[in-house]
């Protein structure tokens, strides 16, 4: 895989990841569970979901090459990004009305 096909898996799976908390009621999208999720689970979710992102990417970078360097910032951004991404779920679970 070329260098610019993994920087766009890595987008894709990105806003795939932050939104999925968003749009199921199962927790990680695989156990099921008895009760609707509370806005905590979810952001508990993201956070997890961040972290697996970040290992894909992190795995990516180390088949393509030597890891740069990262300092605070990178990550503090990057996280940013996330929720960013996370944004249009969070709008369609809270803030969309639907008709129940």
């Known amino acids: ?14 806003v795939l990841a932050a939104n999925l908390p968003f749009f199921n009621q199962r927790l990680l999208a ?12 979810r952001l508990l979710e993201l956070v997890v979901m961040y972290f697996v992102v ?17 300092n605070w910032e990178f990550y503090a951004i990057t996280a ?3 929720v960013t991404l996370a944004f ?11 008709n129940r």
């Open 80 to 82: 940013v990004l996330f």
């Open 88 to 98: 249009p779920g969070f709008v369609y679970r809270y803030l969309v009305r639907h």
């Open 30 to 41: 695989v156990i099921q569970r008895g009760h609707p999720k509370n806005l905590g689970v």
């Open 54 to 70: 970040g290992g894909l990417a992190l795995w990516l970078e180390q088949r393509a090459g030597q890891i740069a360097p990262q």
């Open 1 to 14: 895989m070329s260098q610019t096909g993994a920087v766009w898996l890595v987008v894709l799976i990105s």
